[in-house]
């Protein structure tokens, strides 16, 4: 009888089923919405893809670069990159790249989206440079996963473009290498003119040994060799090796071992952290051969010594080639410890100018005036002086395009610091 009650009270009473039908239909939207977002989420699992690049990591910049050059893109914030050069003479330049700022993206590549997120993260700092640490995420389809390659080869490509027919030229900050300015343009070995059969003989030397890897490791000989260059100054030693870099397509590390605060540690820290492909330069070696008290007013010990210099050659351990050049201005001073094969195995002497070289520098800054490189050879020999291819060059360079004017100044290719 209660219950009779009870059930007419709630089942006849219209408030309490239209209460019940809207809380029925209220928990199955609620149940529905779950549904999507869990069925979006194993879409989204199973249908897209993510690719996350770290801003530590080198295709970051490449891919920034990429992007900013992309046209096919919707995005409306952008933020700038300056790249500001300061040149010798004062002059600057500047180039803004307007690359994809923080925030969603979206561009179309090769018929597929893609949604570019770019975040910053608040709290994590990279290291190394103090700028926020970032991350950029790509998502696409998954069928369309393979693009992901494809677009970073691109990128990679653009990116090493603008260093092709460069030379990165390194030097030593602390610990480090570090590229010294922008990569300059690679010199043409041709510009560079030593006498007959030198240039020939270490490309050709040096060709070799970049063929001969496995016999090296075969016979568990360290995969390396050493090159000295000696002579007087001006002689085209360090242009032939800068020039010999680009031919090679490697970039180049120097050092000057006659710098004051290069220590024993610093140097073989250095040579054994070589960036790859880099040919190694060691100018002034003889510094290391002062016999010259090397302590400093405030009593540190400073420069390199002779055996740390053994030892940092011997010590190189790389996995990869080690082509290491040397230059002297001194040789008599060297001892003849470094000259033993594995140190230095191949040595050749560049020297002032002969004829020849004389001949061909004429020719080189006067195209075709055979007579006048003829005449002027006459009366350069006839100085009896010893005359370097740099003084020929500040001549050739001062009367430009006017080989009679070098012709008359040939006098002062006596004096070697003759100032024009
Ligand atoms: N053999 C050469 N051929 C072309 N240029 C040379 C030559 N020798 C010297 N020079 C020029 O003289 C300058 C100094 O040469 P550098 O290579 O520094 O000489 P080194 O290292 O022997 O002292 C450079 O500007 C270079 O272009
Ligand atoms: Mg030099």
New binding site residues.
């Given amino acids: 009888m209660a219950t009779n009650l009870f059930e007419q009270f709630i089942v006849g009473n219209p408030y309490f089923a239209a209460g019940g039908g809207l809380m029925l239909l209220g928990t199955s939207l609620a149940l529905a919405r779950q549904g999507i977002i869990r069925a979006s989420g194993f879409a989204y699992r199973q249908l897209l893809v993510d690719l996350e690049i770290p801003s530590k990591d080198k295709s970051y910049l490449w891919f920034l670069e990429w992007m900013s050059q992309y046209k096919n893109r919707s995005s409306r914030h952008l933020s700038v990159e300056t790249n500001f050069i300061q040149h010798d003479n004062g002059a600057v330049t500047t180039k803004f790249s307007l690359v994809p700022g923080p925030g969603n993206h979206l561009i179309k590549y090769k018929g597929a989206y893609m949604l570019i997120k770019r975040e910053r993260s608040g709290k994590l700092i990279d290291m190394t440079n103090g700028a926020p640490f970032e991350t950029v995420t790509l998502t696409t389809l998954y069928r369309d996963r393979g693009l992901f390659s494809d677009l970073l080869g691109e990128a990679k490509t653009l990116a090493l473009k603008a260093q092709e027919g460069k030379t990165v030229i390194y030097t030593s900050w602390g610990p480090e290498w570090r590229p010294f300015g922008q990569p300059k343009r690679k010199?043409m070995i041709g510009?560079?003119?030593?006498d007959d059969g030198i240039k020939e003989g270490i490309v050709s030397d040096v060709l070799d040994f970049l063929k001969s890897g496995k016999w090296y490791f075969d016979r568990g000989i360290p995969y390396r060799r050493g090159y000295l260059?000696y002579?007087?100054?001006?002689?085209?030693?360090?242009?032939?090796?800068?020039a010999l870099a680009g031919e090679l397509d490697y970039n180049i590390c120097i050092l000057n071992l006659s710098e004051a605060n290069l220590t024993d540690d610093r140097l073989n820290h250095l040579m054994n952290h070589i960036p790859e492909r880099s040919i190694l330069l060691l100018?002034d070696i003889d510094a290391a051969f002062n016999m010259r008290d090397q302590t400093d007013a405030s009593g540190f010990k400073s420069g390199v010594t002779f055996s740390g210099l053994l030892n940092a050659l011997d010590g190189v351990a790389s996995s990869e080639e080690t082509i290491t050049f040397m230059?002297t201005?001194h040789p008599e001073k060297l001892d003849p410890a470094i000259l033993r094969p594995g140190r230095v195995d191949y040595r050749v002497y560049?020297g002032d100018?002969t004829p020849h070289?004389i001949e061909q520098?004429f020719l080189?800054f006067y195209e075709g005036e055979t007579a006048k490189a003829k005449e002027f050879v006459a009366k350069a020999v006839e100085l009896k002086a010893p005359i370097?291819?740099?003084q020929?060059?500040?001549l050739f360079v001062y009367k430009k395009n006017d080989p009679d004017g070098a012709l008359a100044l040939v006098d002062t290719l006596k004096t070697p610091n003759h100032v024009f």
């Fill in positions: 010199r510009s560079v003119i030593l260059l002579g007087p100054p001006g002689s085209g030693k360090t242009s032939f090796i800068q100018e230059t201005n560049v100018a070289q520098m080189r370097s291819t740099a020929l060059q500040g």
